[in-house]
């Protein structure tokens, strides 16, 4: 089985990732088949790089993604793409969607002028 997932680069607390495919069985580190692109989480926003005609190429084939990886194909459109109209594909990948939480906008925070002051009563 081939698997896309995350190579881990960079230094000390100062992580830097490939994107790569590679066999399943190898280690987190081992022999990639392919580099697709780069995710540097360090960054403000988080910078993703990844080549989407061969990340498509290896969805078609078969090759299964890792949570993290189906993550940075749903921000840069990939998974969408790849998903289309076709229902199988929904279905392979509707487990994962409980594992990937949607992050809810931020709501206001309230202040104390906005919240109404209860009086005691004496």
Same mark, same amino acid.
Do not use: C
């Given at each position: 089985?081939?698997?896309?997932?995350?190579?881990?680069?960079?230094?000390?607390?100062?992580?830097?990732?490939?994107?790569?495919?590679?066999?399943?069985?190898?280690?987190?580190?081992?022999?990639?088949?392919?580099? #697709?692109?780069?995710?540097? $989480?360090?960054?403000?926003? @988080?910078?993703?790089?990844?080549?989407? !005609?061969? +990340?498509?190429?290896?969805?078609?084939?078969?090759?299964?993604p890792t949570e993290t990886v189906i993550y940075l194909l749903?921000?840069?459109?990939?998974?969408?793409?790849?998903?289309?109209?076709?229902?199988?594909?929904?279905?392979?990948?509707?487990? #994962?969607?409980?594992?990937? $939480?949607?992050?809810?906008? @931020?709501?206001?925070?309230?202040?104390? !002028?906005? +919240?109404?002051?209860?009086?005691?009563?004496?």
């Amino acid at each position: 089985m081939v698997k896309i997932r995350l190579k881990r680069q960079g230094q000390t607390h100062r992580p830097f990732y490939r994107i790569i495919v590679a066999k399943a069985e190898g280690g987190r580190n081992g022999a990639a088949i392919e580099t #697709l692109g780069t995710y540097n $989480p360090i960054a403000q926003p @988080a910078e993703i790089k990844l080549n989407q !005609e061969r +990340a498509m190429h290896w969805l078609n084939v078969g090759a299964q993604p890792t949570e993290t990886v189906i993550y940075l194909l749903k921000k840069t459109g990939v998974l969408e793409q790849y998903i289309g109209d076709n229902p199988a594909r929904a279905k392979r990948f509707k487990s #994962l969607n409980k594992a990937i $939480p949607v992050m809810p906008e @931020a709501a206001p925070v309230a202040t104390e !002028e906005a +919240a109404p002051k209860e009086e005691s009563a004496e």
